[in-house]
């Protein structure tokens, strides 16, 4: 009789381990799918921000720039940066602790259009809850080339006379957003660095 009892016991206590053993990998399961899809949607919220922010920049084209004036760059990219910023902003699991990068670029080493090394580009660290340039590190303007370009373009970087909207030469501009991003639960703490990109034409002006 206490035999049969105590492997009853057994059984349920074996079952008990089956069924907590389960749970938890179920729950693991559920978690990485939540986080997954935590994670794409905020991809989709970053690639409507890049997507803004070259819009933004084709509007903006060269700001009116004249040849003998300035070609800092900086003036219109801050006005991109804080569009794609704002929309950015948005995004549940953002790490609000990190700066995040945004990147305006001239693409033409990649055929698609993604940045690369050799592209001038002016880099901007943002401050994720003012949407500001951060002063630390401070912007960087790289790659001096004079392709393509009106004037020697001895600062580096994108500058606005890179930046030619004369019709049908319209010169291509880039922006990429990298960010960190957590997962929002406990059981699968993913924590990752993304980057999106968007490229359209400058638009176009007519002599």
């Known amino acids: 009789m206490r035999s049969r009892r105590s492997g009853r016991q057994a059984a349920r206590g074996q079952a008990m381990v089956e069924t907590s053993i389960v749970v938890v990998f179920l729950l693991l399961i559920l978690s990485g799918a939540y986080a997954v899809s935590a994670y794409a949607n905020d991809q989709n919220t970053a690639v409507a921000a890049v997507r803004s922010g070259a819009r933004y920049a084709a509007e903006l084209g060269n700001t009116g720039w004249q040849p003998g004036g300035s070609v800092n760059p900086t003036s219109a990219d801050e006005q991109v940066v804080s569009e794609v910023c704002n929309i950015a902003n948005t995004m549940p699991n953002l790490v609000p602790t990190t700066n995040f990068t945004v990147t305006v670029y001239r693409p033409q080493a990649n055929v698609n259009g993604s940045l690369a090394t050799t592209d001038l580009q002016d880099i901007y660290s943002v401050v994720p809850s003012t949407c500001a340039v951060a002063g630390s590190p401070a912007p960087q303007y790289l790659n001096t080339s004079t392709t393509g370009c009106v004037e020697s373009n001895d ?21 990429k957003l990298t960010y960190a991003y957590k997962a929002p639960t406990p059981l699968f703490p993913l924590t990752l660095t993304a980057s ?3 490229v359209t034409a400058l638009s176009p002006e007519f002599s």
Request: charged share 15%; proline share 4%.
């Open 196 to 198: 999106v990109y968007a």
């Open 155 to 175: 600062t580096g970087g994108y500058t606005r006379d890179c930046r030619i909207q004369q019709h049908p030469n319209e010169a291509h501009l880039g922006v």
